[in-house]
């Protein structure tokens, strides 16, 4: 994909932001566009970066460590822009993780949770994370079930060097972008009960529905980059 291609796509992203945002009266500014770059290349990474994405997801430590280190030690982090953890994080990754990532979208239990709290405390740093939502209960997905999140929502606010910033969610596939809907409306009535205002829902298929029903950062990959290749 050339840069104008990309230019395009993220123009094209933006605008659809904006869009369903207006229709539900929403300030589009309250709305993160995260561009998901599992599989691009640093080439891509660096043109959507030249054409003003400010915000990163990345599914792997390690390929987020490849894209977003800084060169040389002492150089600031900051000038790369953010870098959110989308994918799930195992917790022998957590010390790489703590600090490195801007925000953590996916903790889904207890036990990471205090792995992320204590590496957080030994560097002196606040981690911003949400906790996942197994909003489906599906076997094959990461994240607390509803009816446990309350509880793991309590056990990270009780954590003093990490902070809540809301809940994430990944909805089952659907052909539909309307049949999201309800799993997107469940998301954000679970976080309206929590006293939680964020949430991460959404991607390129169905980021339009999400942005209606309250989505606060979509994690937007395809729609920007194209086909990807697939990491093992």
Same mark, same amino acid.
């Given at each position: 994909?050339?840069?104008d291609d990309l230019a395009g796509r993220i123009a094209r992203v933006r605008t659809a932001i904006r869009a369903a945002a207006a229709r @539900?009266? =929403?300030?589009?500014?309250?709305?993160?566009?995260?561009?998901?770059?599992?599989?691009?290349?640093?080439v891509q990474v660096d043109a959507? =970066?030249?054409?003003? @994405?400010t915000v990163f997801g990345e599914n792997r430590v390690q390929e987020a460590y490849e894209k977003f280190a800084p060169p040389k030690p002492g150089d600031d982090l900051r000038r790369r822009g953010?870098?959110?953890?989308?994918?799930?994080?195992?917790t022998n990754k957590v010390k790489r993780a703590v600090g490195f990532f801007d925000l953590i979208h996916s903790v889904d239990r207890l036990d990471l949770a205090e792995t992320i709290g204590r590496e957080a405390a030994r560097r002196s740093i606040t981690q911003a994370v949400l906790v996942q939502v197994n909003i489906s209960a599906e076997a094959t997905k990461h994240g607390a079930t509803p009816d446990a999140t309350p509880s793991l929502v309590a056990a990270v606010r009780s954590l003093p060097n990490l902070s809540l910033l809301g809940l994430m969610a990944i909805p089952p596939p659907v052909d539909d972008p309307e049949a999201a809907r309800p799993w997107f409306s469940l998301l954000r009535q679970l976080a309206v009960s929590l006293k939680l205002s964020r949430l991460s829902m959404?991607?390129?298929?169905?980021?339009?529905v999400a942005i209606e029903e309250g989505a606060s950062w979509v994690r937007i990959g395809s729609a920007l980059f194209g086909t990807r290749r697939i990491l093992k």
């Open positions: 994909m050339n840069e @539900v009266g =929403r300030d589009p500014d309250t709305i993160v566009l995260v561009a998901a770059s599992k599989g691009t290349s640093q959507a =970066r030249q054409l003003g @994405v953010e870098v959110h953890l989308i994918g799930p994080l195992q959404g991607m390129s298929s169905d980021f339009e």
